[in-house]
């Protein structure tokens, strides 16, 4: 027995030494950390499971014989986040540089499976060039045996990506159909094609930084939702997320103790600046209703004239959807409405209430949003908003103007509690250019026609722009002072504890993609 003892204990020795001590020096020095370091800095300490640490891959092609290494680049098993079940893979870059092919692909389809099986999130730390390329079309053929699986299991498990490291070709696309991504700033690279391969075919000279890094991926394309300055950073931004949301579909969110204290916020009453078209920045609104410190933006650099993200309420996760009207006036564009319609849909399949804060003058106007398909895109939202069944509660601070109006989580489209302040403004559009087009006429005809458009202007404001219309016809189920939106949000949001809402029989529906 001794014997095999010993041989146990020098194949994870080896295990343990990844690709090597030069490699793993080679992946400090460029500032990463190596993949068990990651999984041991993501999991409570001592909690981690190793499964297939002896796996390695059968190929002989190209010398592969001669480089077999346990594991073959991928370290997979499970463990706890603050006492709660993850399952996780952490690709090593040090073997064969990340790269996926067969067996390094059946590992993680196994820890999928498993987390399907038991219901708990998926956490991939991708650090890869992506297929194998000794090992060819079986290297394609395990890209897609988990892109399946990331695709079954979407809606049903929370799905995180962290990408850790360059993430070429295929290592791209399985990090893009799950829930979330986040990227480490300097080190992590997220491209189809990467610099060279553009050059060739559309003569581009561009870096990997400019074509896919971080902040490319945060503020241009919004395929990453949060970015860290280093690795221990984007880890300790892992652990929070998954402090907010279930294991599962069929679970609610996971609560925090909560004391309960004077929940009047007067501040608020004193937000809204006197002249309409005066910015300010909604999540004063929004962290003023939350519990205190209890929020974590998602999506924070990209289409900034939406705000989103997690917080809780009384110590219960929510997802908060707002308008920003210190960007570009808290307009909903493509990019906003896109940014939105999913983080709704992941809220939705993830039994979390939607709390959202509407100052919203319109959709954006204009050639380039006209041909580059609003009228699709902002549907998007329109049917994220209308499909999903928690409890979704809005609060209507200034303008909701025409159809932003409607889209916005509005009563028409299933929100369950609407509050607005005194300040809002429901109308079909703003007084100004209400006036113009209604009382065009008369306007034109008047002595002093400028005086004639501010005293018609005056008449719209007063009989639109303000909640009462709305509130006489239900369509707001009560104007509150600003000061005490925490305090009914927290009233609601318990009334709404055990909404049941169940959507018509279908396969599935059609979102306009
Ligand atoms: C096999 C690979 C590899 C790959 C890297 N390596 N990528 N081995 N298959 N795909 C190996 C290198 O040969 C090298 O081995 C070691 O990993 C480290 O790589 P370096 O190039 O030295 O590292 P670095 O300079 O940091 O560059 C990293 C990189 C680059 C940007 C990822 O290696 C690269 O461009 N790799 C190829 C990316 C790519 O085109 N992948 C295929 C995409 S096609 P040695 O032993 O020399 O140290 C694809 C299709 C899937 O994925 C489609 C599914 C839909």
Same mark, same amino acid.
């Given at each position: 027995?001794?014997?095999?003892?010993?041989?146990?204990?020098?194949?994870?020795?080896?295990?343990?030494?990844?690709?090597?001590?030069?490699?793993?020096?080679g992946?400090?020095?460029?500032?990463?950390?190596?993949?068990?370091?990651?999984?041991n800095?993501?999991?409570?300490?001592?909690?981690?499971?190793?499964?297939?640490?002896?796996v390695?891959?059968?190929?002989?092609?190209?010398?592969?014989?001669?480089?077999?290494?346990?594991?073959?680049?991928?370290?997979?098993?499970?463990?706890?986040?603050?006492?709660?079940?993850?399952?996780?893979?952490?690709?090593?870059?040090?073997?064969?540089?990340?790269?996926?092919?067969?067996?390094?692909?059946?590992?993680?389809?196994?820890?999928?499976?498993?987390?399907?099986?038991?219901?708990?999130?998926?956490?991939?730390?991708?650090?890869?060039?992506?297929?194998?390329?000794?090992?060819?079309?079986?290297?394609?053929?395990?890209?897609?045996?988990?892109?399946?699986?990331?695709?079954?299991a979407?809606?049903?498990i929370?799905?995180?990506?962290?990408?850790?490291g360059?993430?070429?070709g295929?290592?791209?696309?399985?990090?893009?159909?799950?829930?979330?991504?986040?990227?480490?700033?300097?080190?992590?690279?997220?491209?189809?094609?990467?610099?060279?391969?553009?050059?060739t075919?559309?003569?581009?000279?561009?870096?990997?930084?400019?074509?896919?890094g971080?902040?490319?991926h945060?503020?241009?394309?919004?395929?990453?939702?949060?970015?860290?300055? +280093?690795?221990?950073?984007? @880890? !300790? #931004?892992?652990?929070?997320? %998954?402090?907010?949301?279930? =294991?599962?579909? *069929?679970?609610?969110?996971p609560?925090?103790?909560?004391?309960?204290?004077?929940?009047?916020?007067?501040?608020?009453?004193?937000?809204?600046?006197?002249?309409? +078209?005066?910015?300010?920045? @909604? !999540? #004063?609104?929004?962290?003023? %209703?939350?519990?205190?410190? =209890?929020?974590? *933006?998602?999506?924070?650099?990209?289409?900034?004239?939406?705000?989103?993200?997690?917080?809780?309420?009384?110590?219960?996760?929510?997802?908060?959807?707002?308008?920003?009207?210190?960007?570009?006036?808290?307009v909903?564009?493509?990019?906003?409405?896109?940014?939105?319609?999913?983080?709704v849909?992941?809220?939705?399949?993830?039994?979390?209430?939607?709390?959202v804060?509407?100052?919203?003058?319109g959709?954006?106007?204009?050639?380039?949003?006209?041909?580059?398909?609003?009228?699709?895109?902002?549907?998007?939202?329109?049917?994220?908003?209308?499909?999903?069944?928690?409890?979704?509660?809005?609060?209507i601070?200034?303008?909701?103007?025409?159809?932003?109006?409607?889209?916005?989580?509005?009563?028409?489209?299933?929100?369950?509690?609407?509050?607005?302040?005194?300040?809002?403004?429901?109308?079909?559009?703003?007084?100004?250019?209400?006036?113009?087009?209604?009382?065009?006429?008369?306007i034109?005809?008047?002595?002093?026609?400028?005086?004639?458009?501010?005293?018609?202007?005056?008449?719209?404001?007063?009989?639109?722009?303000?909640?009462?219309?709305?509130?006489?016809?239900?369509?707001?189920?009560?104007?509150?002072r600003?000061?005490?939106?925490?305090?009914?949000?927290?009233?609601?949001?318990?009334?709404l504890?055990?909404?049941?809402?169940?959507?018509p029989?279908?396969?599935?529906?059609?979102?306009?993609?």
């Amino acid at each position: 027995m001794k014997e095999q003892f010993e041989r146990l204990d020098a194949l994870t020795a080896k295990a343990l030494e990844g690709g090597g001590k030069e490699r793993i020096e080679g992946q400090h020095k460029k500032g990463k950390l190596t993949a068990r370091e990651r999984v041991n800095l993501l999991l409570d300490e001592g909690s981690f499971q190793e499964i297939g640490q002896l796996v390695t891959h059968r190929s002989s092609n190209f010398g592969l014989e001669k480089q077999k290494f346990l594991g073959d680049g991928v370290i997979t098993g499970y463990g706890t986040i603050d006492g709660r079940l993850v399952y996780v893979f952490s690709q090593d870059f040090t073997v064969l540089g990340g790269s996926l092919a067969e067996a390094h692909a059946q590992k993680i389809c196994r820890v999928m499976d498993l987390a399907m099986q038991n219901g708990a999130p998926v956490i991939g730390l991708n650090d890869s060039g992506g297929a194998r390329i000794q090992e060819g079309v079986v290297s394609l053929g395990g890209y897609a045996d988990i892109f399946y699986r990331n695709v079954r299991a979407s809606g049903v498990i929370p799905q995180i990506s962290a990408i850790l490291g360059p993430c070429a070709g295929g290592a791209v696309y399985s990090p893009a159909l799950t829930d979330f991504v986040l990227m480490a700033e300097g080190t992590s690279y997220m491209f189809v094609t990467g610099p060279n391969v553009v050059k060739t075919v559309t003569h581009e000279e561009v870096s990997s930084e400019d074509l896919g890094g971080a902040s490319t991926h945060a503020s241009k394309s919004g395929v990453a939702h949060f970015t860290a300055g +280093n690795e221990v950073e984007g @880890i !300790r #931004q892992l652990r929070q997320l %998954v402090g907010y949301i279930p =294991s599962n579909c *069929e679970e609610e969110p996971p609560t925090q103790a909560y004391t309960p204290c004077d929940e009047a916020r007067p501040m608020l009453d004193t937000i809204i600046p006197d002249n309409p +078209n005066q910015p300010y920045d @909604i !999540r #004063q609104v929004m962290n003023a %209703v939350i519990d205190p410190d =209890s929020s974590m *933006e998602v999506h924070a650099e990209y289409a900034r004239n939406m705000v989103i993200g997690f917080a809780r309420v009384a110590g219960r996760t929510v997802g908060c959807v707002a308008n920003q009207p210190a960007v570009l006036a808290g307009v909903l564009d493509i990019d906003a409405s896109v940014k939105a319609a999913r983080f709704v849909r992941f809220c939705d399949a993830f039994n979390i209430p939607l709390l959202v804060f509407v100052d919203v003058p319109g959709f954006l106007p204009g050639t380039d949003q006209e041909w580059r398909g609003i009228i699709s895109h902002g549907a998007k939202l329109l049917y994220a908003f209308s499909e999903a069944t928690v409890p979704r509660i809005t609060i209507i601070t200034r303008k909701a103007y025409g159809g932003a109006y409607d889209v916005m989580n509005s009563k028409h489209i299933g929100c369950d509690m609407n509050f607005a302040w005194p300040s809002a403004e429901i109308a079909v559009m703003g007084a100004k250019g209400a006036a113009e087009i209604i009382f065009k006429g008369e306007i034109a005809k008047a002595a002093d026609p400028a005086a004639k458009w501010q005293e018609k202007e005056q008449q719209y404001k007063e009989q639109f722009a303000n909640p009462f219309e709305a509130a006489a016809r239900g369509y707001v189920d009560e104007v509150i002072r600003p000061s005490q939106t925490r305090q009914k949000v927290m009233a609601a949001l318990e009334m709404l504890r055990n909404k049941v809402d169940k959507l018509p029989r279908k396969k599935h529906g059609n979102i306009p993609l």
